[in-house]
Structures are given as structure tokens and as C-alpha cells.
């Protein structure tokens, strides 16, 4: 038997902790984008999630203005926390829509009553169909969609105070 063989199992094990050790330090992406960036709102009809308050459909995002859809739920605590930021976005007048994701509407009301209410439409979507059409992976999330019904940007968790330079520069772009 050659002699070098003998090391042969030696230099797998150390390519294998080699590896291992170079995927703990620099981990993959656990985020998971929608793949519709870029491509028209898939079609949909939500019911209203609350009364006195209209439900959404892919044709109210194609209405010529840009839109903010934002896919939440009431006992979500990130969406929560992103709530003052949603209100002050409307009342600086972006217009923002929503869809209640695996929600009861006493529940959603009783959100929106707490932590305020910057939606114009929100839509109920129990089995998240919508949502996983959209390609959504959780709750929060927050879409841009450009007049035409164009997906153009998708921002993944939480609206944070330092994601708001993005989020308006990408709203400013949908224009």
C-alpha cells in the first residue's frame, strides 16, 4: 500500500471540518425574495378583512398610482413594531394596502384599533394563498407595486427607521 494512502482518510476529514467551518463563518442567506420582482401582481380577489373597510385585488395595485401592500397579521409582534412606521408613511401620503394573513377579524380589528390603521384596503387571506402567490415567506413583508400592477420592490421583515431612506427611494422610483 502506498504510504501516502494511509492519509488519505486524515485529508477528507480536515476538507470536511474545512467546509464546515468556512459555511459556519459565512453563513448562505436565510431570506427567501419573491421571484415576481419585476413581473405583474399575480391575479386575486381578497374579502374585506374588516367591515367598513374594502377588500383587495390585483386590480386595485393596476390603477395607475403606486402602491404599498403590506402582508401582516395580529399576532405577529414584528408587525407590531413596524406599525407607527406604516402610519406615519400614510399620513405622508403613500397610499398602503394590506393583506391580514391567517386572521380572524375580531383579531384584526382589535390590531388596528391598538397600534392605528394606515391601510386603505385590506384584504383576508385565512390559508395565505395570496400571500405564498405573492411569494411572500412571512409576516411582515412589504411590497412596492408601480401603477401597472408591477412588482418592483420587496422589503422582508420589519419596517425599521433605517429602511425608510430605501423603501421611499424605491417608492419614488415606482412614480
Same mark, same amino acid.
Given at each position: 500500500? !502506498?504510504?501516502?494512502?494511509?492519509?488519505?482518510? /486524515?485529508?477528507?476529514?480536515?476538507?470536511?471540518?474545512?467546509?464546515? +467551518?468556512? *459555511?459556519?463563518?459565512?453563513?448562505?442567506?436565510?431570506?427567501?425574495?419573491?421571484?415576481?420582482?419585476?413581473?405583474?401582481?399575480? %391575479?386575486?380577489?381578497? @374579502?374585506? +378583512?374588516?367591515?367598513?373597510?374594502? $377588500? /383587495?385585488?390585483?386590480?386595485?395595485?393596476?390603477? $395607475?398610482?403606486?402602491?404599498?401592500? !403590506?402582508?401582516? =397579521? #395580529?399576532?405577529?409582534?414584528?408587525?407590531?413594531?413596524?406599525?407607527?412606521?406604516?402610519?406615519?408613511? #400614510?399620513?405622508?401620503?403613500?397610499?398602503?394596502? =394590506?393583506?391580514?394573513?391567517?386572521?380572524?377579524?375580531?383579531?384584526?380589528?382589535?390590531?388596528?384599533? *391598538?397600534?392605528? @390603521?394606515?391601510?386603505?384596503?385590506? $384584504? %383576508? @387571506?385565512?390559508? #395565505?394563498?395570496?400571500? /405564498?402567490?405573492?411569494? #411572500?415567506? &412571512?409576516?411582515?413583508? %412589504?411590497?412596492?407595486?408601480?401603477?401597472? &400592477?408591477?412588482?418592483?420592490?420587496?422589503?422582508? $421583515?420589519?419596517?425599521?427607521?433605517? @429602511? /425608510?431612506?430605501?423603501?421611499?427611494?424605491?417608492?419614488?422610483? +415606482? *412614480?
Amino acid at each position: 500500500m !502506498n504510504r501516502w494512502l494511509r492519509f488519505l482518510p /486524515l485529508a477528507v476529514l480536515l476538507l470536511l471540518v474545512g467546509g464546515l +467551518a468556512w *459555511r459556519l463563518a459565512v453563513p448562505a442567506s436565510e431570506e427567501v425574495r419573491s421571484k415576481l420582482a419585476g413581473k405583474p401582481v399575480p %391575479t386575486f380577489q381578497l @374579502d374585506a +378583512a374588516v367591515p367598513g373597510k374594502p $377588500g /383587495l385585488a390585483s386590480a386595485d395595485l393596476a390603477s $395607475g398610482q403606486p402602491r404599498m401592500v !403590506n402582508v401582516f =397579521a #395580529s399576532w405577529c409582534v414584528p408587525c407590531i413594531a413596524e406599525a407607527p412606521l406604516l402610519l406615519e408613511m #400614510s399620513k405622508g401620503g403613500i397610499p398602503i394596502d =394590506a393583506i391580514a394573513v391567517r386572521d380572524r377579524q375580531e383579531d384584526v380589528e382589535q390590531f388596528l384599533a *391598538r397600534h392605528g @390603521d394606515p391601510f386603505q384596503r385590506i $384584504g %383576508t @387571506d385565512p390559508e #395565505s394563498r395570496v400571500q /405564498l402567490a405573492l411569494g #411572500s415567506s &412571512g409576516v411582515p413583508e %412589504t411590497f412596492i407595486v408601480d401603477g401597472r &400592477g408591477i412588482i418592483r420592490y420587496q422589503h422582508l $421583515g420589519p419596517i425599521e427607521p433605517a @429602511d /425608510l431612506p430605501a423603501l421611499m427611494r424605491e417608492w419614488q422610483a +415606482a *412614480r
